[in-house]
């Protein structure tokens, strides 16, 4: 099995995966290319689209890299089809005037299980999850095939329960963190900086962990490992990569002077996540918290306003730090990022 410990001594920059298109397989295997851990998303792909990804990842010759995974989420009460019903109702006119319907409130579970299996078919080196903490014996399926496991979590408790179920890792995602939440419970959530919940979890589990949120530049990598991490995940500073897959109007808006703060919401998926502040964020700040069925109904909604180039009405993922985000090669920027960790007193 891949020594995780190792691994992130040797690679301790770690590329966020971002769902969605953001992460392409070029963005992956640039990032390993260059001695940093590249992580390829599998949320809202099938496990067929998946496997499709992976092998593209691999013929670009990466071999060591991260595959991460949406846990099923568990919102399909009764009390939250009225509120996706009276979300809809809100929805309608936005529709409208963008020439599209709401789309229906369906759940999935994100093809988990046949993800699963393709991953321990796949073998590859590190699979990682966010949204919740899989079973015991899934974990133990994925390490017997080869592959170390990490979970994203957001408080020392969910740290505790991803280490007992037999988690090899874990990602410590502050605030800060463009993106989803990694919330196991998104309805009880203990949203806390980086820098408060990092040192904690640390001192409440023996395996490795990762420091997620808000991390830019390399002051920021060091920051984190003085403080107990074995190594450093961003999104945000790998957006305008010309590798990255996001939107051109999404990497223009990260440098546009209109857009000046980030703001959580729940209104473009159901789940709390943090994007550039923008109308349609601001217009639906009452969005249920019901994930993924948000997140069907507003994808027209979405997919139009990015056809028509309007900033407002797309989910402009981004981290607090968005402003120090800077276009360059995915591999000179992990190059960058470890020559100024270096500088800023990390040992690398």
Same mark, same amino acid.
């Given at each position: 099995?891949?020594?995780?410990? /190792? ?14 298109? *953001? ?13 940093? &851990? ?7 792909? =099938? ?28 919102? /399909? ?14 929805? %309608? ?25 393709? &991953?321990?078919? !796949? ?6 999850? =966010? ?23 957001? *408080? ?15 990602? %410590?995602?502050?605030?800060? !963190? ?18 408060? &919940? ?40 790998? &957006? ?21 703060? *980030? ?5 473009? =998926?159901? /789940?709390?996540? /943090? ?11 009452d969005a249920p918290c019901a994930y993924p069925q948000v997140h069907h109904m507003t994808k027209p909604l979405r997919a139009a306003a990015t056809r028509a180039a ?24 992990? !190059? ?13």
């Amino acid at each position: 099995m891949m020594d995780l410990s /190792r691994l992130c001594e040797e690679r301790p920059i770690v590329q966020a995966p971002m769902a969605g298109g *953001t992460t392409t397989p070029a963005l992956v295997a640039a990032v390993s290319a260059a001695g940093g &851990l590249g992580s390829l998303p599998a949320g809202y792909l =099938t496990a067929d689209a998946l496997g499709a990804r992976i092998d593209e990842v691999r013929g670009l010759g990466a071999r060591t890299f991260a595959v991460n995974l949406f846990a099923p989420s568990s919102s /399909r009460s009764p009390e939250c089809d009225d509120a996706l019903a009276a979300y809809r109702s809100v929805l %309608a006119a936005v529709a409208h005037r963008l020439a599209v319907e709401v789309g229906p409130a369906r759940y999935d579970d994100d093809d988990w299980d046949a993800k699963v299996d393709l &991953l321990v078919e !796949a073998r590859v080196p590190v699979v990682s999850f =966010t949204f919740g903490c899989p079973s015991e014996e899934v974990l133990t399926r994925l390490r017997t095939a080869g592959s170390a496991t990490i979970v994203t979590v957001t *408080t020392v408790a969910e740290a505790r329960t991803a280490v007992a179920r037999g988690a090899d890792g874990v990602c %410590a995602q502050g605030v800060e !963190a463009g993106g989803h939440r990694a919330t196991f419970d998104p309805e009880h959530a203990d949203d806390r900086p980086l820098a408060e &919940l990092l040192p904690d979890v640390v001192r409440a589990v023996d395996v490795p962990v990762i420091a997620a949120g808000g991390i830019m530049d390399g002051a920021d990598v060091a920051a984190a490992l003085s403080s107990g991490a074995v190594a450093a995940q961003s999104g945000t500073a790998f &957006l305008r990569c010309p590798e990255s897959g996001a939107q051109p109007v999404h990497k223009a808006a990260l440098t546009d002077p209109d857009f000046t703060e *980030t703001s959580l919401t729940c209104a473009f =998926t159901g /789940r709390p996540a /943090r994007g550039l502040t923008n109308r349609f964020i601001l217009d639906h700040s009452d969005a249920p918290c019901a994930y993924p069925q948000v997140h069907h109904m507003t994808k027209p909604l979405r997919a139009a306003a990015t056809r028509a180039a309007d900033p407002e009405g797309m989910a402009l993922w981004a981290g607090t730090g968005f402003r120090r985000a800077r276009e360059l090669p995915a591999g000179e920027l992990v !190059a960058v990022l470890r020559e100024e960790a270096a500088g800023a007193g990390a040992t690398l």
